[in-house]
């Protein structure tokens, strides 16, 4: 007798503990299946947890009356109570104050159901919190806990791998208990209603292994947390969330944070990188997890794009009667494959796993009879760019929440409130998918203040006992919650996860029982609220201020924050339309890189736009633009491919930034060879702000990309007559052949180049091998591509002129236009010659105090240049794009000599005063005369090509866009056609011509708008397609003789 009184007597001491821990364990691993409704037509159900709890409850009152446990102190009492006060003044707002809910007992309910919801929730915190009364206790539920999450996973296995049952809440018919099969796209949920609740409960779960992983001392204990931990791991990858991923390298940071108190920065440094490197590897090359990843950062797009452009054939393909095309057809590949060879079916994209319709609609068919044609479903612009669970959120979820916010501030709309689009509709189920913008709306700027005092307030608690708890498994869970909360709020961003119900379960039962522990520590370890101290602070502030001192003097920090400068100046206005300065220019360049996105890659014959003869001077039907070898349009469409979802004009731009960026350190490194790292660094910022080279450094023109060849090409050379290496001989050898297949005008830099071997060797130079093999691998490709060119007169742009077609060379006009208007004026801003003529006179030495006339010879073959193409120069601005980087050097070189070496001529102060204001006026007025280049000076050419694109859609058609023979119009129509009439419209229609569009109201356009109106003239059936007081577009044939798409 006395023994069944003991085990009563047991029983009645241990009795909530007893039945906490089976709660702790079952509500995770009992799956959602529903009782009954818990309201008609709602998803919310009862589940047989809610009995349990309820009973629990019952039991822990009971033990409160009897004295058998205790309420508090609780730290969590006056907050929790708060938050339920000001949720039912939401509710009583809801209903009388803002009328969100209307006065039926449907809707009250539903809103009332949610509040005791979240009672129930915090329910189990008060439980278990009084639960907690031996830390013996506190370690069985962390045995218990570690089991569950292995029960969880292998039960995930069996649903992934063996097809075991699972039981879904994510919609309403789903949540009646239907026994689910997953396919193989669908995702992990486990014991869980849904994956996200699922991934959530995992990554809460790793937080605290990882803790403990790091606590447990014998190797036995740390092997098995490790393989629990894995298993969990894998599980993760497995619901496929992002968003919890986040959230667990979120919460393992914060775990090594609060370690770092006790450990050091060092220790917790190094497991850090650790896990965390562990964790996104293993996620980036294993699961489904990776895939969201890379389509969040368009990573897919960026490597299937690269991936198409290895696998695409280069050219276009072979025509003839003999010739048959080998393919893998599905209708005919059987004959000849078995059953393993055929290849996989495209998959679909992966937020969307079948073709939706939305229903049917009314039409009729070319014979007048009604019929019924499925409409596909159409998404949004965030569902594009995102993915369709980001585009729900951004277009209506979370509009709606701020919405119910709005209503009230203060108290929100109410409970179940912001799904709902009117007062009276009945929602199934409520989602905001954002717990900070749920609880906004709900319950208000009140309701959001006091849950979040809930959250600090078990962040305080924690945080006074973490660091004098000696107990290594106390400690791991006091810092694994503390971890979780803040990977939770993490979570939060994207999921209402306090109101899923086994994570809410959970975490309330986690909370309960690391307060309650820390409620029986011994005084000693229970402390205050205060800063504690890291163990090796010292040691690493002290070694991160001379890592900083280091990269504070290292000329590449410099560097790199000049490259950024140049970065970020780069784009000002690059998503402008291509109707800028030398648009028609930049139009014909684009255009190949165009062509060869929508024809495909064909280097050896690229084709513009334009049809005309203006640019040859004889027909050119096909298109062809033989000028340089397309090596700048095929980076670009490597750039395009790199940079999804923009237009080629962004792509085209883009590449040659990088190209200027590659040109600048190019820059830097040539000069600081040559003079110093002030002066090499000076260079590269002048290179970088100059204002006319920020323009013409982003425009769609070869030119940026020939001078970063050719700098490319001077470096490589320095460094093989320097070390004589071959490796650097191979590559000026690389660099000096793309830059002359790019432009001829590259030659000109054989003066610096020819200077430095003539340093090295002198006259022997005349007996080095390598240097005239050198010379004939550079050349003979150039060579092979005029060869191949020539076999195309009509795409050969006349360029004889550009020599001195003019007679303008050595004449004033001459040295007005290149030296005073050009170079002066609108590259340095007329006060920059006030640093280049002290560089000019600068003196130079080699490291044996010898001459160096390196730049001056540079100097000396850009003049070259000047004169031989003397009216090219003249006659377009963006020819001296090659002169910028010599004339930055000597920009820079006067700079540092004004600067450095006045002392004894000048006032020191004084000097260096005048340098940097010659240096703020060369930048102020060279932006002056730079700015008017960002302009579009003609915005109605623009505004009549979208308008044509967008009337015409995917059709195409030759088009006659007049704009006295600049290409930029026709360019804007995105069609190939002709910027100029080149005959009568009879002729130009017998030449192809489909559409004419005009900005100009000329006689001839009148004439034709009258015709196309008139209607009365079989010969030009004349078709008006659109007529405004900017534009008119015509279409000139029949719809029969219109080329199909």
């Known amino acids: ?137 506190v370690k069985t539920y962390l045995i218990i806990l570690v089991l569950t999450m292995l029960a969880i996973t292998i039960y995930g296995y069996g649903q992934k791998y063996l097809y075991w049952p699972a039981y879904s809440t994510m919609n309403r018919e789903f949540s009646k208990g239907w026994q689910l099969v997953l396919t193989q796209g669908a995702r992990v949920m486990s014991t869980f209603g849904g994956h996200y609740d699922l991934a959530a409960f995992t990554m809460a779960i790793l937080v605290f292994l990882w803790a403990l992983f790091f606590s447990v001392k014998q190797r036995i204990w740390k092997l098995l947390v490790f393989i629990v931990l894995g298993g969990a791991f894998w599980l993760l990858i497995l619901t496929v969330s992002r968003t919890s991923f986040l959230a667990y390298l979120a919460g393992v940071t914060m775990l090594f944070f609060f370690w770092m108190f006790r450990k050091g920065i060092r220790w917790s440094a190094t497991r850090w990188t650790g896990v965390i490197l562990l964790s996104v590897l293993i996620m980036l090359m294993f699961g489904d997890l990776s895939d969201r990843f890379f389509k969040l950062l368009k990573l897919d797009q960026r490597i299937g794009g690269i991936k198409s452009l290895l696998t695409q054939p280069v050219g276009a393909p072979p025509t003839g009667s003999n010739i048959a095309f080998l393919e893998n057809n599905p209708a005919n590949i059987g004959d000849v494959t078995s059953k393993s060879d055929f290849p996989p079916l495209p998959t679909k994209p992966f937020d969307i796993t079948t073709d939706i319709l939305d229903g049917l609609e009314a039409t009729t ?264 070898f397309p090596l700048y349009n095929l980076a670009t469409v490597v750039v395009d491919k790199l940079f999804p979802g923009y237009n080629i004009e962004y792509s085209g731009r883009l590449t040659s930034i990088f190209a200027s960026l590659g040109s600048l350190v190019f820059l830097y490194l040539i000069t600081k060879r040559h003079a110093n790292v002030k002066v090499g660094l000076g260079a590269a910022a002048f290179f970088a702000i100059l204002p006319y080279n920020i323009f013409w450094s982003r425009v769609i023109l070869p030119e940026p990309t020939l001078v970063f060849l050719s700098l490319g090409m001077i470096f490589f050379f320095d460094c093989w007559i320097t070390k004589e290496k071959i490796w650097w001989w191979v590559l000026a050898v690389v660099f000096g052949t793309a830059a002359l297949l790019v432009k001829v005008t590259v030659v000109f830099f054989a003066f610096p180049l020819v200077y430095l071997a003539w340093r090295k060797w002198g006259t022997a130079l005349f007996t080095k091998l390598l240097l005239y093999v050198y010379a004939v691998l550079i050349v003979l490709p150039f060579a092979l591509w005029r060869l191949h060119i020539a076999q195309f007169p009509a795409g050969i742009p006349a360029y004889v002129w550009l020599l001195n077609g003019n007679g303008i060379r050595f004449k004033g006009a001459w040295f007005w236009w290149l030296y005073a208007e050009r170079i002066a004026k609108l590259i340095l801003g007329g006060w920059g010659i006030g640093l280049l003529i002290p560089g000019l006179a600068a003196k130079l030495s080699d490291r044996y105090e010898k001459p160096n006339w390196f730049f001056h010879v540079w100097l000396l073959g850009m003049v070259a240049y000047l004169v031989v193409f003397a009216t090219g120069n003249v006659q377009h601005d963006y020819y001296q794009i090659i002169l910028v980087p010599i004339l930055c050097i000597f920009l820079a070189l006067g700079s540092v000599t004004l600067w450095e070496n006045v002392k004894r001529q000048f006032h020191s102060l004084m000097a260096k005063a005048l340098v940097a204001l010659i240096i703020v006026f060369t930048l102020m007025f060279g932006w002056y005369q730079a700015r008017d280049l960002f302009n579009i000076n003609h915005p109605e050419i623009v505004a009549a090509g979208q308008e044509m694109q967008r009337v015409l859609g995917d059709k195409r058609g030759n088009t006659i866009a007049p704009y006295g023979g600049d290409t930029a119009f026709l360019y804007q129509t995105n069609q190939w056609g002709w910027p100029l009439m080149e005959g009568t419209i009879d002729e130009m229609i017998a030449k192809g011509a489909h559409y004419y569009i005009s900005v100009n109201f000329d006689e001839l356009t009148q004439e034709l708008v009258s015709i196309a109106k008139a209607q009365k003239d079989p010969y030009h059936p004349f078709k008006l397609l659109k007529e405004t007081e900017k534009f008119i577009l015509i279409q000139l044939v029949p719809d029969n003789r219109l080329p199909r798409s």
């Not at 364990?25 to 309201?39: C, D, H, Q, R």
């Not at 990977?487 to 959970?506: C, G, P, Q, T």
């Open 1 to 137: 007798m006395s023994t069944l009184k003991g085990v009563l007597s047991w029983l009645d001491e241990h009795l909530l503990f007893l039945i906490t821990g089976f709660l702790l364990a079952f509500i995770p691993l009992y799956p959602k299946l529903p009782l009954f409704e818990a309201i008609p037509g709602y998803i919310v159900r009862v589940r047989i947890e809610d009995f349990l709890v309820g009973v629990v409850l019952i039991i822990w009152l009971i033990q409160l009356i009897r004295g058998k446990a205790k309420f508090g102190p609780n730290p969590l009492a006056k907050p929790i109570i708060t938050y339920l006060v000001i949720g039912v003044l939401s509710m009583l707002s809801a209903i009388f104050v803002i009328g969100t809910v209307p006065m039926e007992a449907l809707h009250i309910g539903k809103m009332v159901l949610h509040f005791l919801r979240r009672v129930e929730y915090f329910s189990l915190f008060f439980v278990f919190f009084s639960a907690v009364k031996s830390l013996k206790q």
């Open 365 to 628: 068919s070319a014979s007048g009879a009604a019929i019924l044609k499925q409409v596909p479903r159409t998404y949004s612009q965030n569902a594009k760019i995102y993915d369709l669970s980001t585009g729900i959120r951004l277009d209506a979820l979370w509009p709606r929440a701020i919405a119910g916010f709005m209503r009230n501030p203060l108290l929100g709309s109410g409970y179940s409130t912001l799904t709902k689009t009117q007062v009276t509709e009945f929602t199934e189920a409520e989602s905001t998918d954002n717990d900070y913008l749920r609880a906004l709306g709900e319950t208000g700027a009140l309701g959001f203040l006091a849950f979040g005092w809930i959250i600090v307030m078990i962040l305080i608690s924690i945080w006074k006992a973490f660091l004098r708890v000696k107990d290594p498994l106390i400690f791991s869970l006091l810092i694994g919650m503390a971890a979780v909360v803040c990977a939770l709020l993490v979570n939060a961003v994207y999921i209402d996860i306090f109101e899923a119900s086994k994570v809410a379960f959970s975490f309330w039962a986690l909370t309960g029982i690391t307060l309650g522990a820390i409620k029986i520590l011994p005084q000693e370890e229970k402390g205050h609220l205060v800063l504690p101290e890291i163990p090796d602070l010292k040691d690493t502030v002290s070694d991160i201020k001379s890592l900083l001192q280091k990269i504070i003097a290292s000329d590449k920090t410099y560097l790199l924050i000049i490259l950024l400068v140049a970065l970020i100046v780069r784009h000002y206005k690059i998503h402008t339309p291509l109707a800028d300065w030398h648009s028609w220019r930049q139009a014909d360049t684009s255009a190949v890189t165009r062509n060869f996105l929508r024809y495909g890659i064909t280097p050896l014959v690229p084709r513009y736009d334009d049809l005309s003869s203006v640019a040859s001077g004889m027909p050119n039907p096909e298109g062809y633009r033989m000028v340089e």
